[in-house]
Nanobody, 124 residues
Framework: QVHLVESGGGSVQAGGSLRLSCVAS????????MGWFRQAPGKEREGVAA????????MLAASVKDRFTISQDTSKNTVYLQMNSLKPEDTAMYFC?????????????????WGQGTQVTVSS
């Protein structure tokens, strides 16, 4: 089992920045990659960013590619999502996830473990 706890969400104005954190605990060696997903009211959960545990492979959704960055601090078992130039359409609940056994890192079905989420609200 892998336990994930997100933090760092909040309310910002358009153009602002936030950094989300996700701390992993438990059987962390079982995960091969971690990802960030988001879900707005009435919409499906979508992949935002992902990276392999070794850090060699990172992926960002086209909608955030020039504004978001995913990184990790292995000494803290933490993955970050740096979000810059935020837009109202980025408003959603953001979830951290961990998984293994797939190469489709932005698909929800590739993940076995999920955090509870942290809310991000961007006002215009």
């Amino acid at each position: 089992q892998v336990h994930l706890v997100e933090s760092g969400g909040g309310s910002v104005q358009a153009g602002g920045s936030l950094r989300l954190s996700c701390v992993a605990s438990g059987d962390i060696r079982s995960k091969e990659y971690m990802g960030w997903f988001r879900q707005a009211p009435g919409k499906e959960r979508e992949g935002v960013a992902a990276m392999t545990s070794g850090g060699g492979n990172r992926m960002l959704a086209a909608s955030v590619k020039d504004r978001f960055t995913i990184s990790q601090d292995t000494s803290k078992n933490t993955v970050y999502l740096q979000m810059n130039s935020l837009k109202p359409e980025d408003t959603a609940m953001y979830f951290c996830a961990a998984g293994r056994g797939s190469t489709y890192f932005l698909r929800t079905t590739s993940y076995n473990y999920w955090g509870q989420g942290t809310q991000v609200t961007v006002s215009s």
